[in-house]
């Protein structure tokens, strides 16, 4: 069994991250997330241009997030996102977020996602070697 | 014991919530939600210009949401919020979002909030009476 | 010639559209205009569920927007929209937002949009009519 | 006088930059924009963590932005952003956005700025050294 891959992304805090309580809104971390999903699901030999001309995406089905500490203006912060495990259709990824001067922990976040066949909707197996390659999903 | 308060909001899917699979974007929801949160807390009597104001403002600090069916362009939403339990410096709301065409539910959301002084951060007490007001949180 | 279309939205500032400095982000102000100028292009015979079908959309090739006078969380805000001039394969609306209190006036937008079949990007004549009806756009 | 000061970002499109009609989103390429353009400021002496001390920021007060060639889910786009002129309170920006692939043009945009103390609103000169540094705006 391989390990599990990992990617990292890396973002600087900007006025539209933040909302007039001086912190970073929490819907903007779920898009610091996505980018770092994405690049991951590319790690994974899902590209974008690929799924741009298959319309097969993997499409979140569930996101858990906790919101530790805030981000402010400038910060810089670091995500790192890893396959966690696998199931027949589904995989569940997840996320810590850091702040990059003093390495505390901000968010944790885990997303369940299906590959599924756009517009349509249906779902579709995940590769035939995942299984093997990754670990099974634990019983939560 | 009162019923616990709810509050309901209606939404009308525009571009800017979809994106290339043809359906909302998992972001875009939260959106919706925040909104209806709002609503719900200002009845709660936590209003925006009151907390402007003071700057004592209800955090979500954990977001737990399934996406059970998508909406597309031009479908008109509803969206009920509740609050859902209380403890003694946090409380749960939970959301539900349906397609007003068809009752279809498309989305099923918990969100915990804290109440919170910024920009220090620092974590108050809930109102007094909300604990004999409303329901103690169940555990999980 | 008829008098040109108009329509009115209603927003309220919520977290998600503010910044921390304090007051609604520009980029905010552009998506309550976009939900505006989608109820008018309703109003004028382009509703969303028609263009989710026929893949021809009024798309924005430029935007002008003044920012003059900031609105904060929890103004209640009134968008008002108009076909402004007609072109041959092009169109201007332009929108004035105030703040309902007082009827302070904070942003003026115009927007120039093209009919376009997507995905390849062809671009559409408006409907014939529109000549007769609408006033031609004025030199700029 | 010396050469306009100029930046460079770059941006993959992502999933929440795009809408239904399958290519970008007009409102996504402003937020890339300002990333281009906070960072742009950053070079001339406005650091983020310096503008949530001082509560000065540069704020944006006109947009003109030509939509010419639509982006798609996987472009890489590099943006460059560039100190266009300086008036005594206000100075311009102007940007241009590239596929990275085959350097087509996707957008041009100009943006006023003021530099303002936040909450209260009130404008601010600019530093008194960019008169001399830096073109003056030529009549538009």
């Known amino acids: 069994m391989e390990e599990m891959p990992t990617f990292e992304t890396r973002e600087e805090v900007m006025f539209f991250d933040t909302d007039c309580g001086g912190v970073v809104h929490n819907i903007a971390y779920l898009r610091m997330i996505e980018t770092c999903r994405t690049k991951l699901a590319a790690k994974l030999g899902m590209s974008l241009r690929e799924m741009a001309q298959t319309q097969v995406y993997p499409v979140v089905v569930r996101t858990e997030i906790d919101y ?62 995942w299984k093997q390659k990754y670990a099974p999903a634990s019983p939560q």
Chains 1, 2, 3, 4 share one sequence.
Request: hydrophobic share 45%; charged share 25%.
């Open 68 to 129: 530790r500490r805030p981000a402010v203006l400038g910060d810089e912060l670091v995500i790192v996102g890893k396959l966690h495990s696998v199931e027949r259709a589904r995989f569940w990824c997840a996320f810590e977020m850091r702040r990059v001067a003093d390495g505390t922990l901000l968010i944790t976040c885990k997303q369940q996602l299906a590959l599924v066949q756009m517009p349509q909707g249906r779902p579709m197996r995940l590769p035939e070697d």
